[in-house]
């Protein structure tokens, strides 16, 4: 057993001063039985009757032996302040040697997210917050069973439990925040689902086969007016070309624009839906196509 001798008052208190000296005596008796929290009931008892670097040691001695690291170490901070103030060197001596092996027998818990983190993510263990710096963060804890808890926003709370041993680092992968919140995401339509980009189609085709149509009446009136057209064929065949397939351009995007306005959706086209135009002058005429497929 490391209790060091007892509290010697300054100034005598009588009853009180008794009752501490008591007090600690048991508390290095239950230490011997290896009771540690029984000790640490009757050491605090002492301390509010009289605060020495002593009494403050041996609370400290008995919270390490409880595996209660970090009131230890506390407990070991105070003594030594203490012990400083009061000349006392054994003490001193006593309670640094023991904060610097708490420190080695302190063990870590790192968690260690797998994936993007959201700003708002949070994470505890044991209800301590850990301070993350990238993508993960480090804590010293107790040895024993401890609770990472993992908090984010619009989502239910995490947890598991994880068990460590003195001077051990514990490494707890957690998965990263799988949320559209950190992106900006462009999602594609679902199988089967379709978006409809032609709704302007019907128009472009009557439009388009009005122009047409307006073009090759045009060119059969040239050509009706001028003397070369006695030789030359090829206005009136263009002309004519041009105006039945305007007329044909007309007549398509009437027909889909009264189908749209029937079925109240847009009318749907096979792939090969489109409209070709062929002209191939030749020598002494010339030959004219037109296609269109719905």
Do not use: C
Request: hydrophobic share 40%; charged share 25%.
């Amino acid at each position: 057993m490391l209790l060091v001798a007892a509290p010697a008052p300054a100034q005598p208190k009588g009853s009180a001063l008794a009752r501490a000296r008591v007090l600690f005596d048991e508390a290095g008796e239950l230490e011997r039985q290896g009771q540690w929290r029984a000790a640490q009931d009757r050491l605090r008892g002492a301390l509010r009757i009289r605060e020495t670097p002593n009494l403050h040691y041996a609370l400290a001695w008995a919270l390490e032996n409880d595996d209660k690291l970090s009131e230890a170490r506390t407990e070991y901070v105070v003594a030594l302040r203490l012990a400083h103030h009061a000349g006392n060197e054994e003490v001193r001596k006593l309670a640094s040697t023991r904060i610097a092996e708490v420190d080695r027998e302190t063990p870590l818990v790192r968690v260690r997210f797998e994936g993007p983190i959201a700003p708002d993510t949070r994470v505890f263990v044991d209800g301590r917050e850990v301070l993350l710096r990238g993508d993960s963060g480090t804590l010293p804890v107790d040895p024993g069973s401890r609770v990472v808890r993992v908090e984010r926003v619009g989502q239910p709370a995490t947890e598991q439990r994880v068990s460590v041993a003195r001077g051990v680092l514990r490494v707890v992968a957690v998965n990263g925040d799988d949320r559209t919140s950190l992106t900006d995401e462009i999602r594609a339509p679902k199988d089967g689902a379709t978006t409809d980009a032609r709704p302007i189609l019907p128009w472009l085709l009557a439009a388009g086969g009005s122009v047409l149509a307006a073009s090759g009446v045009l060119l059969l009136v040239s050509s009706s007016g001028e003397a070369s057209a006695r030789d030359d064929n090829t206005k009136p065949v263009v002309g004519g070309t041009l105006g039945s397939v305007g007329a044909i351009g007309i007549g398509v995007g009437v027909y889909l624009l009264l189908s749209r306005g029937a079925q109240g959706e847009p009318a749907k086209a096979s792939r090969s839906s489109g409209l070709r135009i062929d002209v191939s002058p030749r020598a002494g005429g010339g030959t004219a196509s037109a296609s269109f497929a719905f």
